[in-house]
């Protein structure tokens, strides 16, 4: 079965770092994505891991452990304009994607 | 050009209409996708277009009908829909079903069902 399991929320102060942690269990493996969605809008690529290691971009990093079936996805220097849902996705070995539930990220001043 | 157009942004039905929701891409993907997501709740997965052909349904109730025409356009035809279907309608896209890349999504359309 398809298990992808990410806190429901986080709180966090505006300028600070924030880790969402997400732990999956799936029938195979093809990379793990995550998305930013703000309420009532389309998902948002954010990034995609399918290596172990970490990847950066700007303020956002994402981290992936295969052997754990863990990744985090890191901001750096929040904005407010980054209170959001962040959605973890796996690509399953029939190249489905599965989302977990999302983590609902407020960021305050 | 990397956008995912859906038409109507807002739907208002009642239970005995038949409406369509539109999804167009321009990207030269061959695999669209329709889900179903519910307010805080994760995109749920209903149905995928693989070449134009139906290549995936997850036991989506006969009152949502999808229909391919060409590789650029997908539809949602809706009837007879209930008060529970009531849910942003999301399209996604990408290079084709055998690929992982990333999957590009339309702005939904918000649907309700009164």
């Known amino acids: 079965g398809q298990n992808i399991d990410q806190p429901t929320e986080m709180t966090a102060t505006e300028g600070a770092i924030v880790q969402i942690n997400c732990t999956y269990q799936?029938?195979?493996?093809?990379?793990l994505f995550w998305y930013q969605q703000h309420a009532g809008e389309a998902p948002t690529f954010l990034s995609y891991?399918?290596?172990?290691g970490l990847e950066e971009k700007g303020r956002f990093s994402s981290f992936l452990s295969r052997s754990k079936g863990y990744s985090y996805l890191l901001l750096k220097e929040l904005q407010m304009k980054d209170s959001a849902s962040y959605l973890c996705a796996v690509y399953n070995a029939g190249n489905m994607l599965t989302f977990g539930g999302g983590t609902r990220l407020m960021v305050k001043p | 050009d990397t956008e995912v157009t859906q038409t109507p942004k807002h739907l208002v039905m009642g239970m005995t209409n038949k409406k369509s929701l539109k999804c167009e891409q321009h990207?030269?993907?061959?695999?669209m996708y329709w889900y179903k997501q519910k307010a805080k709740k994760p995109p749920e997965l209903m149905f995928v277009?693989?070449?134009?052909?139906?290549?995936i349904n997850e036991s989506v109730p006969s009152r949502f009908s999808p229909e391919c025409p060409n590789s650029s356009l997908l539809n949602l035809h809706l009837h007879a829909l209930q008060p529970e279907d009531s849910a942003l309608y999301l399209c996604?896209?990408?290079?084709?079903?055998?690929?992982?890349?990333?999957?590009?999504f339309g702005p939904g359309t918000r649907l309700t069902v009164t």
């Open positions: 990207m030269g993907h061959r695999a």
């Open positions: 891991n399918v290596l172990d």
């Open positions: 996604a896209s990408t290079r084709d079903r055998s690929s992982t890349y990333e999957q590009y």
């Open positions: 799936t029938s195979g493996f093809n990379g």
């Open positions: 277009y693989s070449y134009e052909k139906l290549s």
